[in-house]
């Protein structure tokens, strides 16, 4: 399976304002962009975090994209999928009136949490292991069911606990043209970090500036070994 992260950024490396406030910082082109992006995928993946910030998500909406899919036997959107531990979301969000194929990733716990409410075609059940998911098992069932291209659009405790596991290949960084600051602002990939020397390495694919902003294309060169990796 190959797995892109899919993120804008402010200059300083932030996902989001110190509110985590959805970013509404990006601009038309990024848009157009991120749904070229999803257009390719068979499946994206976000967190909880991410959809009660917007309570929607990206539904493809151009022609161009959608007889794109149609041409390639894709059906006109990408299966989204809601990863939740908890299974604590609100099935009145206007996401679930969105046309869109719709998952639930979660534990035994969340998958009970969430119970009967409407809103999810399928549920992915998996355990967790100190504190993150399984995820060799998700990834499993996901290629199982035919996904082939994931494209993960955050936030930063999802990428940051995709790349400790070793299932991201590339990386799709908007760099936009505003500074964000503070400490308690999200980044790309949070959670405690990596030290340096077991960092995952990057090569750069491509580099595009578009106005007051910068399409970074990244391949992950060095995957880092779940069993050496030190948090720092």
């Known amino acids: 399976m190959q797995t892109t992260v899919i993120l804008a950024m402010s200059a300083d490396g ?15 082109h990024d848009k157009a962009h991120l749904e070229t992006e999803v257009a390719a995928m068979d499946g994206v993946l976000f967190g909880a975090q991410t959809l009660r910030a917007y309570k929607t998500s990206l539904p493809i909406k151009s ?66 292991i100190a504190g993150s998911l399984n995820w060799a098992i998700v990834f499993e069932q996901l290629e199982q069911s035919g996904i082939e291209k994931l494209g993960v659009l955050g936030g930063g405790s999802l990428v940051a606990s995709l790349l400790k596991a070793g299932y991201v290949n590339e990386l799709k960084l908007t760099i936009c043209p505003l ?51 030190k948090l720092g």
């Open 63 to 128: 022609p161009q994209l959608l007889q794109q899919r149609q041409q390639h036997g894709q059906p006109p959107q990408p299966v989204h999928i809601v990863c939740s531990g908890s299974g604590d979301l609100d099935w009145q969000w206007r996401f679930f009136q969105q046309p869109l194929p719709r998952w639930l990733l979660t534990t035994p716990s969340g998958s009970q949490n969430w119970g009967q409410k409407p809103g999810f075609e399928r549920q992915i059940v998996v355990p967790a």
């Open 179 to 229: 500074l964000l600051g503070g400490s308690q602002a999200p980044t790309p990939v949070e959670g405690s970090g990596f030290l340096a020397q077991l960092a995952p390495r990057l090569r750069l694919i491509s580099c595009q500036p578009v106005a007051d902003e910068v399409f970074l294309h990244y391949r992950l060169e060095i995957f880092p070994d779940p069993g050496k990796i």
């Open 14 to 28: 932030k996902i989001a304002d110190t509110a985590r406030s959805p970013a509404r910082f990006p601009s038309a």
